[in-house]
């Protein structure tokens, strides 16, 4: 144990202890258990995610300084063992780990890539403590084909952090795999003048102590790992409630001085429209963070939705919005499912649409369907494919198939499926099989055709008949 903490650093990565490796070459000591697995199960992403165990809360005591880009804390890891256990492994990319501790005690610990494997005998549900101290300047993953850049990503006066679909590594040690969900508290220190804000809600007044300020924030809900944020910078903030009543947090760069009341105002007025559509609204607040980094894309982050460098029109702010029912509090458990947040968010996009006395959602659907050389025609999206999770079919022919199933089992079985499915798996996880399985039971009908045509098979579907 001593060993790896003297040798922490650079050379970490050699200083292969007593312990074994992770993977198949396990060899338990008797009486013991054996090593925990590298990946959590996700046959498109196997190293994503660990297995042996469960986290139940993390703690996230970080500091950063956008001046150095210097992250530093500790994070500690509650969890509770699933088998009896020799070592387990944490997802991490990058950093400088000075110190790692079970149950309060020193733990040996090796590296090798994303993948950190520490020595713990664990018995099959025993609960247990994991304290990682850690530093270093965050790389995001960059440019990855069809993602950009996520993770932690150092701006000019902080940090913009959206973790889809693995980046949480890129800032704190876990189980990075939506399978895993877990509630956090962050302890945020910045430099005085910088606003940190994450998930949830603050817990009092921001304290500031020796040129720095400590933000504690509290995501009570599970919340999964792609979701937790720690946005920081200089940001304009406004706080207030829903007409609904939900706490409402917007901020802004205060280079969308001119967005906040409007972000402010349109999030609330969602919000309190997609709790009459989908049913209770599953967190404490609600809101969303306009940050100036181009990331191209937006992010549903867990109470705080985050557009990067753009001005969010009313149709994504519906779009993130939706995902804290779809997405947030009911979690695909392998992204292969993905279809089932984003084609879920796309079709709220149509029904934002339809509301406001636009486009209905079948003149959307229409359009659509009418371009029969539509790419997405040869991707079906109930299997989102690894090289290209976010595929456009994903989200339109996703939608596409919710449409077509309302069309087919009529407004109000459709909408009873929708509110039944965010209220059974309400903070959990759930499958495409599951889905399906609730809009036969509730709509009486049997849909296998209709689903298979939309989710699984290769081209355009037939025509929708009954409307
Ligand atoms: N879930 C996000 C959305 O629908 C997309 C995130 C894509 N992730 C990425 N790294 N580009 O708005
Ligand atoms: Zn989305």
Redesign the pocket.
Known sequence: MRLARALSGALIVVTLVSCSPSGASDQPVAGSGSAGASGIGDDDFPTDGNGGYDVGHYTLALGYDPATRQLSGTATIDATATENLSSFNLDLHGFTVSAVTVGGRPAAYTRSGDEMTVTAELSKGAPFRTAVTYQGEPQPVRNSPN??T?GFVPTSDGSFVAS?PNGAKTWFPGNDHPADKATYEFRLTVPDGVTAIANGELAGQPASAGGKTTFVWRETNPMVSYLATMTTGKFLVKTGDTEGGIPVYAAVDPRYQSQLDRVFEVSARITDYWVTVFGPYPFKSTGGIVDDYASG????NQTKPIYGGFEPDEGIIS??LAHQWFGDSVSISRWKDLWL??GF?TYAEWLWTEHRGQATAQQTFDRHYANATDPMWNYPPGVAQKADL?NNSVYARGAMTLHALRATVGDDAFFKIIRQWASDHRHGNATTEQFTTLAEKVSGQKLGELFGQWLFDKGRPNPITKR
């Open positions: 993602l950009g996520y889809e894309y937006a992010l549903e779009h993130e947040n984003e968010a976010f």
